[in-house]
Structures are given as C-alpha cells and as structure tokens.
C-alpha cells in the first residue's frame, strides 16, 4: 500500500517536472514536428531535448529565432523551412555572426534583458586570431558555438559551461592541440601539454584556483590573438602587478623591449611558467640568465649579488627561528620575537619579488630591514636564553641557601632538645 503510493508520487512529480521542461520550450511548427523528428534519430541528434536546457528557452526563443523559417505552418514542412526565404538551415560557420550577432550585437534588443550586457562580442572576434583566419577561408576556426555550444548554451558563470574558467583550457585544446586542426594554419599544438604543468595549470586545473589565469585571461575571450610582445606585462600585470611596475622602472626593460623580446615572457615562458627558486639566480644549471649571457657579462654579477642576499636573509632567518624555538620550549615568553621572524619572512619574500627591479642597491636596501629583524631576534632569544641560565643558576644558589637553613634549624632544634632534656633531668 504504502509503496504503490510512493511510485504513485515519483511518477506525478516527474511527469510534472517534464510539463515544467516542455512548458518553457515555446510550443510551435519547429518544436513539435522536431519533436517526432528527434524519436527517430540517434541519442546525438536529439536537438530538442538537448535545446530544453539551453538558456535562450529560458527567455523564450525558439528555433526559428535562430534559424529563420514559418513556425506557424504546422502541418507543411516545406512551407515551415524549405520553401520560406527567411530559414536558414544549417548555420555555416560565417553565418553565426550574423545569427547571433543579430541580437547579440544590438544594444536596444540586448538592454532589454540585462542593462549591463556587452554587445562587442562580434565586432571584437572580427579582430582576433581566429576572425582574421575565418575572413582569409581557414574553415577550422572557433566561431560562437566551437565555444559556447549549440542547443544547450549556458550562462557563462555556470560550472558547466565550456567558457567557465575551469573548462576553457579543454575547449581550447580541443582543437590547439589537434594536428589536423592547426595543420592549415601551421601553429604548435604544445600550448595545452605545457599549460596543464606550468604554475597556473596546477592551479587552475588541479586546486580549482579561479584567480589563476586560463587561456582567455591572457589571450581575450572574443579578441583571441596572441598578446603582443610589448603587451605580455599588462597581461602578466593585471595579476602581477608588483613585478610589473618594477621590471618596468628597471633599465632592462627598455633592453628587452628593443631587441623584441618581450618582458615577463623571455625569462618565465608562456604556456610552461615554472615555480621559480632561489636558484635561478645561482650561476649554476638552473640559472634564468645563463641561457643568455657569458660568464664575463655583468648579469652574472649582478645575479649572484640577489642570490647571496637572498640566502643570507634564508639563513639567518632559520637560525634565528631555531633560536626562538629553543627559547620557547625552555617557557619563555617570545611573542615579541615571533613578530620579528614574520617582519624578516616578509622581507625575504619582497627581496624575491624586488629583483625585477634589477637594481642592486634597491634589492639591498629593500633587504636591510630583514636583516634587521633578524638580529633583534637572535638577540633577544639570546636574552631569553641567558636569562633561563640565570634562572638556573639563581634557584641553585636559593635551593643551598634553604638547605643551609634547614640543616642549621635542624642542629638548633636539636640543641634545644638537648637543653630541654638536660633541664628536665
Ligand atoms: C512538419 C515537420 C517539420 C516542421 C514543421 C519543421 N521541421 Fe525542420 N526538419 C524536419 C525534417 C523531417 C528535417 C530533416 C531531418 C533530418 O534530415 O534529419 C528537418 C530539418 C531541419 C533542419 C536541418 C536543415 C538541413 O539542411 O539539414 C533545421 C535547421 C530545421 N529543420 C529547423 C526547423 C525550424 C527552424 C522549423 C520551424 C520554423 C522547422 N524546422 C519546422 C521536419 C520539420
Ligand atoms: C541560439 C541559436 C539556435 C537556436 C535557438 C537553435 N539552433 Fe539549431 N543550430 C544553431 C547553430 C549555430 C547550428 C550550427 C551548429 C554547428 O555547426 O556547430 C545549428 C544546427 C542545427 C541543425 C543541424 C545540425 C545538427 O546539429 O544536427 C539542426 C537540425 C538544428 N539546428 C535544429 C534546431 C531546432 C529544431 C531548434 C529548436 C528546437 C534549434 N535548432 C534551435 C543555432 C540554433
Ligand atoms: C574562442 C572562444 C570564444 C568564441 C569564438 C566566442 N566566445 Fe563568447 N565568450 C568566451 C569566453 C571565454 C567568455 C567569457 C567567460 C567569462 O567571462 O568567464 C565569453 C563570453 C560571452 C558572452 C557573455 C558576455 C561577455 O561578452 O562577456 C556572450 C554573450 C558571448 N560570449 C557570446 C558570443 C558570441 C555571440 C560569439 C560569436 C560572435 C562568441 N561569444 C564567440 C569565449 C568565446
Ligand atoms: C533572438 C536573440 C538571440 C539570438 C539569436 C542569440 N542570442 Fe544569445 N542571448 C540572448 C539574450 C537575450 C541573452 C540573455 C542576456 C542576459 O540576460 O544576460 C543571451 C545570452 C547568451 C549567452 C549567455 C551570456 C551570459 O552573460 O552568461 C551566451 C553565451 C549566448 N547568448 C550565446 C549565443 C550564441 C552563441 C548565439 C548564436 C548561436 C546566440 N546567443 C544567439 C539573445 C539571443
Ligand atoms: C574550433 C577550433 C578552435 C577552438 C575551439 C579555439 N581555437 Fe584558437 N585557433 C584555431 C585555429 C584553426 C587557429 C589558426 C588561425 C590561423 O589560421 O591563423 C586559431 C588561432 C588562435 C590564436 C592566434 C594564434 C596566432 O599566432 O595567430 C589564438 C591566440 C587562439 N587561437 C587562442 C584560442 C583560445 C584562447 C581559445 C579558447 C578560448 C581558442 N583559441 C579556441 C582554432 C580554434
Ligand atoms: C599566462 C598567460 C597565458 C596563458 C594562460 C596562455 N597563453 Fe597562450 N600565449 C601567451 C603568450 C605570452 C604568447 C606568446 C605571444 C607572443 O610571443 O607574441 C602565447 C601564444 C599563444 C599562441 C600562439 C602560438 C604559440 O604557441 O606561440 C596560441 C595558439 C596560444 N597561446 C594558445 C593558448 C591556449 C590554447 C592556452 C590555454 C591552454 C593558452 N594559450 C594559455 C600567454 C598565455
Ligand atoms: C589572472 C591572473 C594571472 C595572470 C594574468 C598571470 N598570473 Fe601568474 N599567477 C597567478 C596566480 C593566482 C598564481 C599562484 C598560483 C599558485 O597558487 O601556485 C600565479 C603564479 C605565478 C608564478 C609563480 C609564483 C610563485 O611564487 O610560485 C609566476 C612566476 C607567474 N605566475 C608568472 C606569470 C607570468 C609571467 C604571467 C604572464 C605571462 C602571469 N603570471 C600571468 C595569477 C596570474
Ligand atoms: C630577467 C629575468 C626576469 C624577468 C624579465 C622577469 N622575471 Fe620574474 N623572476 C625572475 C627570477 C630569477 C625569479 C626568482 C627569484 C627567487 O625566487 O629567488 C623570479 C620570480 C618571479 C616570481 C615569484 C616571486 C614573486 O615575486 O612572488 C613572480 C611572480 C615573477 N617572477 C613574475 C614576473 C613577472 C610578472 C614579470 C614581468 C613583469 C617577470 N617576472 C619578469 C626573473 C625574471
Ligand atoms: C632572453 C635573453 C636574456 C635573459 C634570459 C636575460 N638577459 Fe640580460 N640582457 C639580454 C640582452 C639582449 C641584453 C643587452 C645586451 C647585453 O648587454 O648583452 C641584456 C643586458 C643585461 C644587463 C646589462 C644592462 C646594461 O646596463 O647594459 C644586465 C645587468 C643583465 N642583462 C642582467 C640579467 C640577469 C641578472 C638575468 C637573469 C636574472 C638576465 N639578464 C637574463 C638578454 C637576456
């Protein structure tokens, strides 16, 4: 009994949720005819299933917006699209930017919607890689749907959709790292294998970091070209913007920037930017400047002055932390020194980022303060460290003193016992 009118529930609650479904899907020509024509065809082709959770249904547009053709002539598929000047069929790749940009690129119609919506999402891909490719006949280039789907878009905010951060490296590569995609066009098709690995790639992919840059961070969403080379610190910049406003003060930039090679780019990479280590400024195997430079150039200098001043704030930073960890365990108060080791940590990590200022003195001066700490506190861990002694010393000596006492009262108590005794008698 009680389990007839469970099913009895599931089988209203769903058979209500597909009247839901259906109810937003605008029921005319188009629809219910596509409707007989999706139970023929395979799982794949089923458009208007697909189409149900597409967020133009939500708002009310139907095939024929897209399309063209009569939804109004039920029973006539001839007079619905083949015979109607207005259907479009297929839509060719060329063809989307007049089809969506129809509403897309028109501020009145879009306003209706969202007051705040962009409308330069066609006239900007007209000046991106893939535009420019489409003009000249590369038919293998992204249009509207290689990126955002057919008969099933999503807002772009949703977790699903193939423009969400998360997702875009996949859309992408699905066909930068296709051979027969980019043969025609004759770019590498490494971008994604060396993303996937690099710092951003970890963090994106792997820990779900959204502050770490997919491709269309550095490349545009619409407007994909690649960032020009006098452009990759605006890029590198809107997120690292320390090292930018450094690396552009310093007088290697104007270097870089006139013999073409780019900035942030010619020492970290593109797509395969590495975690960076205090040994890329070692004159050693990893070294960032080696590749470039002899050893008789000034750049090995120069290098090796960071390296040092950033292994000497290191290591004076560990010795003193094991200094203050000792003074701890021994119960002493070490707040205060506790806030000298944070100053000197966050000068190593200043030191780090104030390299790109390629300026000796300013690297050195910016250090100082580190140093600083450092030695207030190992000084006062020592303090710490000789007061415990003194402690020690000072309860030993106390201790003698109290034994001294007791061992004095215990001769006169027994002298007066003695005393006692002998008066008694
Ligand atoms: C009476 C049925 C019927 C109606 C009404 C109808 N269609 Fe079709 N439509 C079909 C059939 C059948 C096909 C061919 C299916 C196939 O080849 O798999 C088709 C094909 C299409 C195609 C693919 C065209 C191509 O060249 O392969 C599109 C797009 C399309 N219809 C859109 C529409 C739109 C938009 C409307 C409403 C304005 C509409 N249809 C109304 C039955 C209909
Ligand atoms: C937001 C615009 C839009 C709407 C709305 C839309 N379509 Fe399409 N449709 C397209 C585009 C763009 C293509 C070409 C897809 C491609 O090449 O990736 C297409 C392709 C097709 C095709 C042929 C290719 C295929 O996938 O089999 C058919 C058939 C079709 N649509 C039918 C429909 C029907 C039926 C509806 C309504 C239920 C509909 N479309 C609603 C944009 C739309
Ligand atoms: C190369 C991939 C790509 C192509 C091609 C592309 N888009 Fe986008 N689109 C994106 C990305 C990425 C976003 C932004 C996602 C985000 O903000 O998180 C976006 C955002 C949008 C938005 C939201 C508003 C905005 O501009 O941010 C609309 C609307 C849109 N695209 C429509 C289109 C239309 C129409 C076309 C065809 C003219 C198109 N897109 C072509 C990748 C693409
Ligand atoms: C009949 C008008 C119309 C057509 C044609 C149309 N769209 Fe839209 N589209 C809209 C409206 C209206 C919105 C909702 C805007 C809003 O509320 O932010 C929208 C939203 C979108 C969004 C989500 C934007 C966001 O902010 O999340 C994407 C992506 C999108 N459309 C892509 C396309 C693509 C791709 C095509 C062509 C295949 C297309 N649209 C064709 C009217 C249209
Ligand atoms: C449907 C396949 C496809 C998708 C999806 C795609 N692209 Fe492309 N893209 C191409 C092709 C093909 C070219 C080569 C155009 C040419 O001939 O120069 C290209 C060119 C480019 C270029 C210009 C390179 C140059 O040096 O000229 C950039 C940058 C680019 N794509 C970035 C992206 C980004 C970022 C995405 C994802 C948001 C993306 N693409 C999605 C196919 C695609
Ligand atoms: C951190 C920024 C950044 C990210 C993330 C990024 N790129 Fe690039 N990309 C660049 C730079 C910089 C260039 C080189 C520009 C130059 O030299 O003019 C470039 C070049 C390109 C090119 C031109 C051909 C080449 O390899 O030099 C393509 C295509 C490309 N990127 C696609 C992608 C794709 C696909 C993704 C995502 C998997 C991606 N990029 C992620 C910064 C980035
Ligand atoms: C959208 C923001 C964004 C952009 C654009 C960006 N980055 Fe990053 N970058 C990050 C984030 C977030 C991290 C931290 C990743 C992590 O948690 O490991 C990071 C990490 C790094 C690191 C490693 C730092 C460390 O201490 O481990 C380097 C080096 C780096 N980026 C260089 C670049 C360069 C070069 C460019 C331009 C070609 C660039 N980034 C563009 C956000 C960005
Ligand atoms: C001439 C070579 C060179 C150039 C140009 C360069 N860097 Fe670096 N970068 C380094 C070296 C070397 C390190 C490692 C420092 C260390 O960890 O000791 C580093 C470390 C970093 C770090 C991690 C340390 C920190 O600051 O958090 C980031 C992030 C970074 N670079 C971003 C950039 C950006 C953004 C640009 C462009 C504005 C840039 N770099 C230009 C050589 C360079
Ligand atoms: C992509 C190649 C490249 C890399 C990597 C590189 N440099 Fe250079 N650097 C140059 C070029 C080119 C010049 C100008 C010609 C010259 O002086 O040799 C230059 C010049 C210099 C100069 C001399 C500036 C002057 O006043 O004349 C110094 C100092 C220097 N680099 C330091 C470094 C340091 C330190 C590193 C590593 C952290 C580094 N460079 C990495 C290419 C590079």
Not at 166 to 194: A, R, W, Y
Request: glycine share 6%.
């Amino acid at each position: 009994m009680i389990k007839r009118s469970y099913w009895l529930l599931i089988g209203l609650l769903f058979s209500f949720s597909t009247l839901i479904a259906d109810s937003t899907l605008k029921k005319d020509a188009c629809v219910s005819c596509h409707i007989e024509v999706d139970e023929e065809n395979d799982d794949e082709d089923k458009i208007v299933s697909y189409y149900k959770s597409d967020l133009h249904v939500k708002l009310g547009f139907s095939c024929a917006d897209c399309h063209g053709g009569d939804p109004e002539a039920y029973d006539d598929e001839d007079e619905a699209m083949w015979e109607n000047d207005t259907f479009i069929g297929v839509i060719e790749k060329e063809e989307q930017l007049e089809v969506c940009g129809k509403c897309h690129s028109n501020p009145v119609f879009m306003r209706q919607y969202s007051t705040d919506i962009k409308v330069d999402q066609v006239t900007q891909y007209l000046t991106s890689g893939h535009g420019i490719a489409l003009e000249n006949g590369n038919e293998n280039v992204a249009v509207c749907s290689s990126c955002h789907g057919v008969h099933g878009i999503l807002p772009v905010d949703d977790p699903r959709a193939p423009v969400y951060a998360k997702n875009i490296p996949k859309t992408c590569s699905k066909c930068h790292s296709d051979e027969t995609v980019m043969f025609e066009s004759g770019l590498p098709t490494n971008q994604f294998t060396e993303y996937e690995m690099s710092v951003h790639g970890m963090a994106l992919l792997d820990r779900g970091d959204i502050g770490a840059p997919a491709c269309n961070d550095c490349h545009g969403n619409h407007g994909a070209s690649p960032p020009y080379v006098s452009n990759v610190d605006q890029i590198c910049g809107t997120c690292h913007s320390n090292n930018k406003d450094l690396f552009q003060k310093s007088h290697l930039n104007d270097i870089f920037l006139s013999k073409g090679l780019g900035q942030c780019e010619a020492c970290h990479g593109n797509h395969d930017i590495a975690k960076p280590t205090d040994e890329f400024l070692n004159w050693a195997d990893e070294s960032t400047c080696k590749p470039c430079h002899e050893d008789s150039h000034p750049a090995k200098a120069l290098a090796l002055s960071f390296y040092q001043t950033i292994d000497s704030l290191k290591t004076g930073l560990e010795h003193a932390r094991k200094m203050v960890e000792k003074a701890e365990h021994k119960g002493m108060i070490v707040s205060n020194l506790l806030f000298d080791l944070d100053d000197a940590k966050k000068a190593l990590i200043h030191t780090r980022t104030n390299i790109h200022s390629f300026n000796k003195a300013f690297v050195d001066t910016g250090a100082a303060p580190g140093f600083q700490s450092i030695q207030a506190a190992i000084i006062g861990a020592k303090e710490s460290l000789e007061e415990v002694e003194y402690r020690k010393k000072g309860l030993f000596i106390f201790s003698l003193i109290i034994t001294f006492f007791v061992i004095a009262i215990g001769f006169k108590i027994n002298e007066w016992k003695k005393q006692r005794e002998s008066a008694s008698n």
